[in-house]
C-alpha cells in the first residue's frame, strides 16, 4: 500500500512537471515568433481599418411608448330598448385587450407593410420625397459601394450565378375579381417588406411594460421619419383592432338612430297636419284618430330619446376603450451614427489578429509535417 502511494505521487509530480515543460516550451516558441505574430495582427489591423471605412453608414431613431387602455365596461343601458322596439343588442361591453406582445405581429403583417412602404421619405440627396418601395427597390436609388461591391461578389457570387441563370423574376399582377379579398405581393414588393423587418424593430419589455421602436437608416433624418411613421401607423392599427367590437356597436346604434329618428319625424309631421285640419272638428271619430297618433307618436318619442342616449353612450364607449400609446420618449433625429463604430471593429481585429498569430504559430509546423511543405515550416522558427 505504501509502495502504491508513493508510486501515485511520484507520477503525479512527473506530471505536473511535464506540463510545466509544455507550458515554457510554448511561451518560448511564441516568443521565437512574435515579429511573425505581429505582422498577422497588423495585417488584421489593416483589414480591420478597411472594414471601418468602407462599412455602409447606419442612422437609429426610435421611441419609448407605454401602452394604456381603459377597461370600463358600459352597461347594458340598451337591453331596455328590447322590450320597445324588439331589439337584442347583447354584451355591449368594451372589447377585448390587446397584449402588447401582438404588436410586433401587427408590424409583420402583411396589410401595415404595405401602407408603410407607400411612406415618402425626405432624402439628402434628392430633392423630391421617395417613397420606400422604390428607394428599395428602384436601381436608381441604389448606391454603390465598395464593400457592398466585395460581399456581392464574394460571399454573394453563389446568388447571383444562380440568379443569372434562372433570369430575373416577372412581378405577378393579378386581377381584383381573381384573388377577392386575398393579400398578395409582387416580386418587389416582397422584397421592400424583408427590407423594412430588417431596419425596423419593435421591442417588448415585459417587466417595466413598456415598448421599444428602433428604425435604422442611411441618413438621420430619413431615420426619425421612418420611425414616426411606423409609430403613427402602429397607434392607428392598434386602435382599429381594439374597438372593433364597441365600433360595431356604434354603427348598429346609429343606424336604427337614423332609422327611428326618420319614422319619429314622419308620425310627427303627420300629427301636426291631422291636428291643423281638425281644430274645430270634436267627433268621437275624430278623437279616436288623434288619440291613435298621440300613442305612436309617444312611443316613437320614447324610442328615439333612449337611442339617442345610446348613441351617445356607445360613442362615449368608443373613446373610453380607444387604446393611447403614451410617449415617454418621442422620436428624435440622431446626431451620430449607430454604425459603423469604427473603433470597436478595430480593437476586434486587432484581438483577433494576435489570436490568429498565436494559432499559426502552435499549429503550422504540425500542419507542415503533415503536408510536408518546407515553406510552411519556414513561416514559424521552431
Known amino acids: 500500500m505504501e509502495q502504491n502511494n508513493i508510486y501515485t505521487e511520484q507520477r503525479s509530480l512527473q506530471q505536473d512537471t511535464d506540463q ?35 462599412s455602409s453608414e447606419e442612422y437609429t431613431a426610435g421611441s419609448t411608448m407605454v401602452p394604456q387602455t381603459s377597461e370600463k365596461s358600459m352597461g347594458g343601458g340598451l337591453s331596455g330598448l328590447a322590450a320597445m322596439a324588439g331589439i337584442n343588442l347583447g354584451d355591449v361591453g368594451g372589447g377585448e385587450a390587446l397584449s402588447p406582445k401582438m404588436y410586433s405581429k401587427i408590424l409583420e403583417s402583411i396589410p ?22 422604390d428607394y428599395f427597390t428602384n436601381e436608381d436609388y441604389k448606391k454603390f459601394t465598395l464593400g457592398g ?42 422584397k421592400c417588406v424583408e427590407s423594412l423587418k430588417r431596419l425596423v424593430t419593435l421591442n417588448l419589455n415585459e417587466k417595466d411594460g413598456y415598448v421599444e421602436l428602433t428604425a435604422v437608416m442611411p441618413e438621420p433624418l430619413a431615420a426619425a421619419q421612418l420611425a414616426e411613421r411606423v409609430q403613427t401607423l402602429l397607434q392607428r392599427y392598434i386602435t382599429e383592432f381594439k374597438i372593433e367590437k364597441v365600433q360595431s356597436n356604434l354603427d348598429f346604434v346609429q343606424e336604427r338612430f337614423d332609422e327611428v329618428k326618420h319614422d319619429f319625424e314622419q308620425i310627427q309631421q303627420e300629427r301636426a297636419i291631422f291636428k291643423d285640419a281638425n281644430k274645430n272638428i270634436y267627433s268621437a271619430r275624430a278623437q279616436a284618430q288623434e288619440e291613435q297618433l298621440d300613442t ?11 337611442l339617442a342616449k ?73
Open 112 to 133: 401595415f407593410q404595405k401602407e408603410l412602404m407607400q411612406t415618402p421619405i425626405k432624402f439628402e440627396e434628392y430633392e423630391q420625397p421617395v417613397t420606400l418601395f
Open 310 to 382: 345610446q348613441l351617445e353612450q356607445a360613442k362615449i364607449q368608443v373613446k373610453e376603450t380607444t387604446p393611447i400609446l403614451t410617449i415617454i420618449d418621442p422620436v428624435t433625429i440622431p446626431l451620430e451614427r449607430s454604425k459603423p463604430k469604427r473603433a470597436l471593429i478595430l480593437v476586434l481585429f486587432t484581438f483577433l489578429g494576435g489570436f490568429a498569430g498565436i494559432g499559426l504559430v502552435l499549429i503550422l509546423p504540425s500542419l507542415a509535417n503533415i503536408l510536408d511543405n518546407e515553406k510552411l515550416r519556414k513561416l514559424v522558427t521552431e
Open 20 to 54: 510545466e515543460i509544455d507550458l515554457v516550451e510554448i511561451i518560448r516558441k511564441l516568443w521565437k515568433n512574435r515579429k511573425f505574430i505581429l505582422r498577422v495582427t497588423l495585417g488584421f489591423m489593416v483589414l480591420g481599418v478597411l472594414v471601418a471605412l468602407l
Open 149 to 190: 461591391a466585395i460581399k456581392k461578389y464574394t460571399i454573394g457570387l453563389p446568388g447571383v450565378i444562380i440568379k443569372a441563370i434562372r433570369g430575373e423574376k416577372k412581378d405577378e399582377i393579378y386581377k381584383p375579381e381573381a384573388i377577392g379579398a386575398l393579400q398578395t405581393l409582387t416580386i418587389k414588393e416582397k
Open 296 to 306: 305612436r307618436y309617444n312611443l316613437a318619442l320614447n324610442v328615439y330619446s333612449e
